[in-house]
């Protein structure tokens, strides 16, 4: 198994932060067939082999993947990936 932490400060309002972090899932739930339920701040996701949570901080979001053997081997492209939607999506404000 391989764990992806991904952590990207922004300067978004609550509200704000909430609409990027929905369009990160919307992004990465249609690249990676994720299923998306939100639990007040925190975004769960999860699909065989991945899951994980993009939850809200203040002025940051944080992003926790876990990956199954198989999915594994990708964990340097998912992280990349990821790491840039976050980026361009909180960062655009």
């Given at each position: 198994?391989?764990?992806i932490s991904i952590v990207q400060d922004h300067s978004l309002t609550p509200e704000k932060a909430r609409d990027a972090a929905q369009q990160v899932a919307d992004k990465i739930?249609?690249?990676f067939d994720l299923a998306c339920k939100w639990e007040g701040?925190?975004?769960?996701?999860?699909?065989s082999g991945v899951n994980g949570s993009l939850?809200?901080?203040?002025?940051?979001?944080?992003m926790q993947i876990t990956l199954g053997?198989?999915?594994?081997?990708?964990?340097?492209?998912?992280?990349?990936k990821v790491a840039e939607k976050m980026q361009k999506v909180f960062c655009a404000a």
């Open positions: 198994m391989a764990d739930s249609r690249e701040d925190v975004l769960r996701f999860e699909r939850t809200l901080r203040g002025q940051q979001a944080r053997f198989l999915m594994g081997a990708f964990a340097p492209t998912i992280r990349a």
